[in-house]
């Protein structure tokens, strides 16, 4: 069997577990004569650690460099986005890079690096494994541009992708957005200057939700929580979840919850924490208090709701998603988002009397203007109620 019709029999394995590897004298016509699909390894005689990966859907070059006992494959680029010559150079700069104890996959400067190391190279930087998960999913939109030169994408590209998503406008502007910080901070990691593509797109207009749990929904959802905090396998994410009805908090903030921020049944949210970038302080209500006095007794590791067999392995808690759609199946509740918790306590202390002033210092926002924004549907039958209350004590003469 020739060893062309052997890659067409393979076009079905990962290139990551194939085992054949060919030492070739790559050349500019060599590369010309590959052809997508048919899979292969290429490694180039004249450029040590330079390897050529052809795949299903593209034609790479590959850094191949073992450090430490760990071998790094690292992708510098598709061809023909990037010369053979562009290719070797970066091979160098980086081995260089290594040699002067620098980190072999950080970026280096090129004039026209790929939208897709971009892409790359912010996802990287996210630690918090839901977190990127959600931006994976935001920048998965922007696939086919991947192999395209920043310098060559225009505003009108974007803008295709942008509008192929606007019977989801939430996901099109967030994907936008995701997109224009990546490429932002991939330019200033290299320490060039790139026009940003994805700035300046107009953005669609979005509805801002307003759901909030019902008069009848409220009490079958606080039922099936506490009825699950006698579960062995939701407890924890029960009392989290109980916590955010409590306080009204961000779910980060509560997942993250440490025993060293809660003092004299205070929880101080540290501002690099915060969304505002700005300390919040929260005094704990007797419900949020009983379940949180309860978690500090039990925490070994620092966190109240902990995650994790052992102290290396501990973490808080990262998602709490299993029990509350449990706890929604529990209570009959249907289009319910996690977020829509903390809107519950803003609704119900307006609905109660509770002035606007006292909802957003609560709730840790940065301005009452913010929560009249999210509240606005609620304040015209509280101002007609204040006006009604007002005439009466005047038809009474007394205020």
């Not at 010309?32 to 490694?43: F, H, I, N, S």
């Not at 998960?133 to 192999?147: I, M, P, Q, V």
């Not at 993250?256 to 700005?278: C, D, H, L, T, Y």
Request: hydrophobic residues 40%; contains cysteine; positive net charge.
């Amino acid at each position: 069997m020739c060893l062309k019709e052997y890659f067409r029999q393979q076009k079905s394995n990962k290139m990551g577990k194939w085992a054949i590897m060919i030492r070739e004298k790559i050349t500019v016509s060599f590369l010309k004569k590959l052809k997508v699909g048919e899979c292969g390894k290429y490694a180039d005689i004249d450029t040590p650690n330079l390897q050529v990966w052809v795949g299903k859907k593209s034609i790479a070059y590959y850094l191949i460099k073992k450090v430490d006992g760990r071998q790094h494959n690292i992708n510098i680029g598709r061809y023909p986005d990037m010369t053979l010559e562009e290719a070797r150079q970066e091979v160098l700069k980086k081995l260089g890079a290594l040699a002067n104890h620098e980190s072999i996959s950080s970026p280096s400067a090129r004039k026209n690096p790929l939208l897709g190391e971009a892409i790359d190279f912010f996802l990287a930087e996210i630690e918090n494994p839901k977190t990127k998960r959600d931006n994976t999913s935001f920048l998965e939109k922007f696939s086919a541009l991947r192999g395209r030169k920043i310098a060559d994408l225009t505003k009108a590209d974007i803008s295709l992708v942008h509008a192929s998503l606007r019977d989801t406008p939430v996901m099109a502007n967030h994907a936008v957005k995701k997109l224009a910080t990546a490429i932002s901070r991939f330019s200033k990691k290299l320490n060039i200057a790139i026009e940003n593509p994805a700035r300046g797109i107009k953005l669609y207009p979005e509805k801002p939700r307003l759901r909030f749990l019902t008069e009848e929904e409220a009490p079958r959802i606080l039922e099936a929580l506490k009825k699950l905090q006698n579960s062995f396998r939701h407890k924890v994410q029960a009392d989290a979840l109980l916590v955010m009805i409590y306080t009204g908090q961000r779910k980060s903030n509560v997942l993250s919850m440490a025993v060293s921020e809660i003092q004299n049944g205070i929880w101080v949210i540290p501002a690099e924490k915060s969304k505002s970038r700005k300390e919040i302080v929260v005094p704990l209500n007797e419900y949020a208090l009983e379940i949180v006095q309860r978690r500090q007794e039990k925490s070994k590791y620092g966190y109240l709701f902990e995650t994790g067999r052992n102290g290396k392995d501990c973490q808080h808690l990262q998602d709490v998603r299993k029990t509350f759609d449990t706890a929604c199946q529990m209570a009959g509740v249907t289009d319910c988002h996690i977020h829509d918790l903390r809107r519950t306590l803003g609704s119900w202390m307006l609905m109660s009397g509770i002035p606007i002033s006292v909802v957003s210092k609560t709730l840790g926002h940065s301005s009452i203007a913010i929560t009249e924004q999210v509240y606005a549907h609620l304040l015209p039958g509280k101002i007609a109620d204040a006006t009604t209350e007002a005439v009466s004590n005047m038809l009474k003469g007394k205020a």
